[in-house]
T-cell receptor
Framework: DGGITQSPKYLFRKEGQNVTLSCEQN?????MYWYRQDPGQGLRLIYY???????QKGDIAEGYSVSREKKESFPLTVTSAQKNPTAFYLC??????????????FGQGTRLTVV | AQKVTQAQTEISVVEKEDVTLDCVYE???????LFWYKQPPSGELVFLIR??????QNEISGRYSWNFQKSTSSFNFTITASQVVDSAVYFC???????????FGKGTRLHILP
């Protein structure tokens, strides 16, 4: 089945450690996104990528890094520089980020907890 | 700058009642796209609808309907004869044609009481 797969579903990290969240899509979508969700804050954009080997910062990129080496994959690294990393992380993709068909489809999310 | 406001943080209604979720947006672009998503307790956001700024027709899909009014910059979502399975967080979102981001509101948590 086509879709977006995020792994793992739950992730625990010790303070000071980097951790990488996986996001894979087999929808042949050009654009991919990472959002962070906190209670009462809605979804906030971390990074997005319109095409392979290119990505842009969103509204809250500090303390995060991404790569887009393959069309299907858009991993997010939460670095030790991120002061408050405990949150629910959602990956999404869309056919394109230009034109009308830009509705995003989401994975099931990764809940990251710093212990 | 683009912005989406969902003023209703949380709503509770009794099953079978109708409920309307409000969405007000701000944009300087003349061409833009509006979306509604549903987030059930499982966490995954489910796409419900996309509306283009140049298409002001309202839309109905089963018990769901959407009222798009450019004059008031609103894109409201109504659930008719609500059911317990409608309980979720609902997000309104906006994407400007000149840009390439999708900006979300803070969401409205809807409780449908049996």
């Amino acid at each position: 089945d086509g879709g977006i797969t995020q792994s793992p579903k739950y992730l625990f990290r010790k303070e000071g450690q980097n951790v990488t969240l996986s996001c894979e899509q087999n929808l042949n979508h050009d654009a991919m996104y990472w959002y962070r969700q906190d209670p009462g804050q809605g979804l906030r954009l971390i990074y997005y990528s319109q095409i392979v080997n290119d990505f842009q910062k969103g509204d809250i990129a500090e303390g995060y890094s991404v790569s887009r080496e393959k069309k299907e994959s858009f991993p997010l690294t939460v670095t030790s520089a991120q002061k408050n990393p405990t949150a629910f992380y959602l990956c999404a993709s869309s056919i394109t980020s230009k034109g009308a068909r830009r509705e995003a489809f989401f994975g099931q999310g990764t809940r990251l907890t710093v212990v | 700058a683009q912005k989406v406001t969902q003023a209703q943080t949380e709503i509770s209604v009794v099953e079978k009642e109708d409920v309307t979720l409000d969405c007000v947006y701000e944009t300087r672009d003349t061409t833009y796209y509006l979306f509604w998503y549903k987030q059930p307790p499982s966490g995954e956001l489910v796409f419900l609808i996309r509306r283009n700024s140049f298409d002001e027709q309202n839309e109905i899909s089963g018990r769901y309907s959407w009222n798009f009014q450019k004059s008031t910059s609103s894109f409201n979502f109504t659930i008719t004869a609500s059911q317990v399975v409608d309980s979720a967080v609902y997000f309104c979102a906006l994407s400007e044609a000149a840009g390439d981001k999708i900006i979300f509101g803070k969401g409205t948590r809807l409780h449908i009481l049996p």
